[in-house]
């Protein structure tokens, strides 16, 4: 079953619409990526999924439940984990402090939590050696580590990244796609909405086109990565290997 559909989802701020009905799907498994220039609403989708954001017309299941209208906090618990462009961490708090406020509705199981913190420790080994330090005084790799740790923290069924590779220099950033393409084949469906489109089209198994609030093309990764309009776009006119 398709673990995430949305149909004709329309979002807008104020008098203007940002998203003018637009269809997605993501299965099980499987990583899925939302191209566009800066502007054609791909960080509004991110966020009207997770309930950050009205949704005006059209609906969004997980799982075959509505998420239309439900709080953000109940799409959390529900198995959604949206982790925000910027990575919005809690700069004074350490990570380990970051991590338990991931698993703030674990709070009445503070075995698990503390489990699953472990867990987070074992896939980021680098952040167990920085369990006490200030997110804010973490590099912006570490930073990102400590996003998507969080996010993964309640063991989501679908995990929704913001540019994850903004401002990070291209070790770290083929890095943080490792991870990625790690939680995919570990099972977990992934949306992933990012600039770097070349490195995107090389992990995603499918991708979406957005321009203008509108889907432009849509298809497996592999071909859209040789299609002439994407080249054009978003690859400098020579296709993704």
Known sequence: ????????????????????????????????????????????????????????????????????GVPAHRIAAMGLAHVPERRRLFAPLSVEENLKLGGYLM????AELKQRIEIMYGLFPRLAERRLQLAGTLSGGEQQMVAIARALILKPRLLV???????????????????????????????????????????ADRAYVLENGDILVQGAASALAQDPRVQAAYLGGVAAA
């Open 1 to 68: 079953m398709t673990l995430l559909v949305v149909e004709g989802l329309r979002v807008g701020y104020g008098k203007v619409e940002v998203l003018h009905g637009i269809d997605i799907t993501v299965g099980p498994s499987e990583i899925v990526a939302l191209l566009g220039s800066n502007g054609a609403g791909k960080t509004t989708t991110l966020r009207a999924l997770s309930g950050l954001e009205p949704i005006r017309g059209g609906g969004v299941t997980l799982g075959g439940t509505s998420l239309v």
């Open 107 to 110: 709070r009445d199981k503070p």
């Open 161 to 203: 990244l913001d540019e994850p590779s903004m401002g990070l220099a291209p070790l770290i950033v083929r890095s943080i796609f490792g991870i990625v393409r790690r939680l995919r084949d570990e099972g977990m469906a992934i949306l992933l909405v990012e600039q770097n489109a070349r490195q995107t089209l090389r992990i």
